[in-house]
């Protein structure tokens, strides 16, 4: 079974900074991998998907890496602003799907 | 654990006829119970947010008359796929957050495989 690993557990950095959430998964057999967001009280977000086939995918200040490989995920947030203070989850999206316990994010004004 | 279930698990229907599909959170109370829908091999996409005794919030571009949510009980999601199309084919997911606890806490279902004919 696939299982995620999420480092940070969380993050707290002032506005402006740039910043680095990490995901790892055990099983390589992925078709992509999507990075969520989530506030207190909502749905996940859907903030990027990746596909297999893809190393990287960018929206705004946001990019997000895949090393299928390695198992791993990074998510890089350019400066940073309070707004984006949430949990960041990431997954494989598959029929059971498992996220990690994600990498709650604080950014300070 | 938080355990959420989902009834059926799989279905197959005739193109027009109405799907229901059931959530449960079976040891916890959910305020907030999450319908999302995912197509094969692509992303998990959030469809609604059913809060118990209220009217359910919908994501942009999910038709609140096609897929009818209904948070009766503070245990209990149905999402109805009325009048259900071939491409209204998917997996459905839903998941819970438990009405104690942190907020960003969800339990998820094991889904529910639709398949319209």
């Known amino acids: 079974k696939q299982e995620v690993t999420q480092i940070p557990a969380a993050l707290s950095v002032p506005e402006g900074e740039n910043l680095v959430l990490n995901c790892s998964f055990t099983d390589s057999a992925i078709y992509n991998l999507q990075w969520f967001r989530q506030d207190p009280g909502k749905g996940l977000t859907s903030l990027l998907l990746i596909q297999s086939s893809q190393r990287e995918q960018t929206s705004g200040r946001l990019n997000a890496s895949l090393d299928k490989s390695s198992g791993r995920s990074t998510l890089y947030i350019a400066a940073s602003q309070p707004g984006d203070s949430a949990t960041y989850l990431c997954?494989?999206?598959?029929?059971?799907?498992?996220f990690g316990a994600g990498t709650r994010l604080t950014v300070k004004p | 654990g938080a355990v959420v279930s989902q009834h059926p698990s799989r279905v197959i229907c005739k193109s027009g006829t109405s799907v229901k599909i059931e959530c449960r959170s079976l040891?916890?109370?959910?305020?907030?119970m999450f319908w999302y829908r995912q197509f094969p091999k692509k992303s998990l996409m959030l469809m609604a947010t059913s809060n118990e005794g209220s009217k359910a919030t919908y994501e942009q571009g999910v038709e609140k008359d096609k897929f009818l949510i209904n948070h009766a009980s503070l245990t209990l999601s149905t999402l109805t796929v009325t009048s259900a199309h071939p491409e209204d084919s998917s997996f459905y997911i839903c998941?819970?957050?438990?009405?104690?606890?942190?907020?960003?806490?969800?339990?998820f279902g094991p889904g529910t495989r639709l398949l319209v004919l």
């Open positions: 998941s819970a957050s438990p009405a104690s606890g942190p907020q960003e806490t969800q339990y």
């Open positions: 997954a494989p999206p598959r029929d059971d799907m498992r």
């Open positions: 040891d916890f109370q959910a305020t907030t």
